[in-house]
């Protein structure tokens, strides 16, 4: 736990805070509840117009956000269910994580609470609420979670094609918030194994700083600094730029196959690793 001071004013870091929250009370009014519990992380709650007394408005915003929890949840006790993730790969672990909102019915009463902890158990994800308990005669049919990104399920499972720079063998791409812009690297090309886009659709061809297979490609928004690292090359397996136009090659600290490139903005330190070399496959930079 950590404190800072602003403005002869202390603020706590502390995740136990009070958090305000307009809830669905499963008809079309709604509720104010405060909660220590409840702290619903930031999210796109879609667009809600004209006032609060039109609550058709904000009951559409609310009703859209919560989806259905599948393949017929269990429940284990008052504070615990668990049900089979069929789609693989973590995929509700991720969704349903600490923090998230729940609601479901009880005899006809909505109920609410929010998710302490979730594992998964082989193919079985168990979740650990807190807030109103799941009774015997809860309808677990019924349990919903708040979707807190607008789309998420939908979005990260659809992908729509767009047209690269080149067809060269593109490797690894990232993003730089500080300038709007993708920059992707490639191990095939001529003088083009890098390209950007500002959206992820309209894509440019940059000059590469050298004709290397680059595997990965990373941002510092502390140093305004883009990395790549290659797995091929002579003295020359990295290359940065401070805009992902300008490219400049930098010596590597040996010429293993580098295959993945991060920052640590906590240490203010690049890390790279290699899949060949004999105790050096680790180089760091700073």
């Known amino acids: 736990m950590t404190s800072r001071a602003w403005n002869n004013h202390t603020v706590n870091n502390s995740p136990a805070v009070t958090y305000t929250v307009l809830t669905d009370d499963g008809s079309t009014t709604y509720r104010t ?14 667009s809600i117009t004209g006032t609060l007394s039109a609550q058709t408005d904000l009951n559409t915003a609310l009703t859209s956000r919560w989806k259905v929890i599948p ?24 969704i349903l994580a600490a923090g998230t909102t729940l609601k479901w ?8 609470a929010s998710i302490r902890n979730s594992w998964l158990n082989v193919s079985t994800i168990h979740v650990i609420i807190s807030g109103d308990v799941l009774s015997a005669t809860a309808d677990m049919s019924s349990i919903k979670y708040m979707s807190r990104v607008v789309g998420r399920e939908t979005f990260v499972r659809s992908w729509t094609a ?5 067809d060269n063998s593109w490797r690894s791409v990232c993003w730089s ?3 709007s812009l993708f920059v992707a690297v490639a191990e095939t090309g001529t003088g083009n194994r ?15 700083a050298a004709d290397n297979n680059w595997n990965s ?9 883009f990395v790549a690292v290659a797995y091929t090359g002579t003295g020359n397996r990295v290359q940065t730029s401070p805009d992902g136009i300008n490219w400049t090659i930098r010596t590597s600290a040996a010429d293993n ?8 903005p906590e240490l203010s330190l690049f890390a790279a690793v290699a899949e060949t070399g004999t105790g050096n496959r680790v180089m760091t930079s700073f």
Do not use: M
């Open 71 to 94: 393949d017929s949840p269990v429940r284990v006790s008052n504070t615990k269910f668990t049900f089979t993730d069929t789609h693989g790969a973590n995929y509700y672990l991720h």
């Open 162 to 166: 767009r047209t690269s720079a080149a």
């Open 194 to 208: 890098v390209q950007t886009s500002p959206n992820g659709i309209n894509w440019t061809i940059r000059t590469s």
């Open 105 to 112: 019915t009880d005899g006809g009463v909505t109920k609410l």
């Open 33 to 46: 509840s405060i909660s220590s519990v409840l702290a619903l992380q930031s999210g796109t709650w879609g």
């Open 257 to 264: 196959s580098w295959i993945s490139v991060c920052w640590s």
């Open 217 to 225: 490609v990373c941002w510092s928004p502390e140093l305004s600094l």
């Open 177 to 179: 918030p500080e300038l």
